[in-house]
C-alpha cells in the first residue's frame, strides 16, 4: 500500500467524522429550537392563566355578589 492511498484513506475518515460531527451538532441544535418553541408556549399559557386570574379576582373584588351567578354550567354539588 503506498503512502498517497494512506493519506487518502485518512482524508476520508477525517472527513467522514467532520460529516457526523456536523449531523450532531444540526440534530442538537434542532431539539434545543424545539424545546424553545415549547418552552414559550408553555410561558405564554402560564402568563395567560395569571392574567385571568388576576382579571377574576379584580372583577369578584368590584362586585362581590356576581360570585354566585348562575354561569349556566351545572357541576356536582349544585343545589
Known amino acids: 500500500m503506498s503512502w498517497l492511498a494512506v493519506i487518502t484513506a485518512l482524508v476520508k475518515l477525517m ?3 467532520a460529516a457526523y460531527s456536523k449531523q450532531i451538532q444540526t440534530d442538537r ?10 418552552l414559550q408556549r408553555m410561558t405564554d399559557d402560564l402568563q395567560l392563566a395569571a392574567r385571568t386570574r388576576t382579571e377574576f379576582d379584580r372583577d369578584l373584588q368590584r362586585n362581590p355578589e356576581r360570585l354566585y351567578d348562575d354561569d349556566g354550567y351545572k357541576r356536582t354539588g349544585d343545589a
Open 15 to 17: 472527513g467522514a467524522v
Open 29 to 38: 441544535a434542532a431539539r434545543a429550537h424545539v424545546m424553545a418553541q415549547v
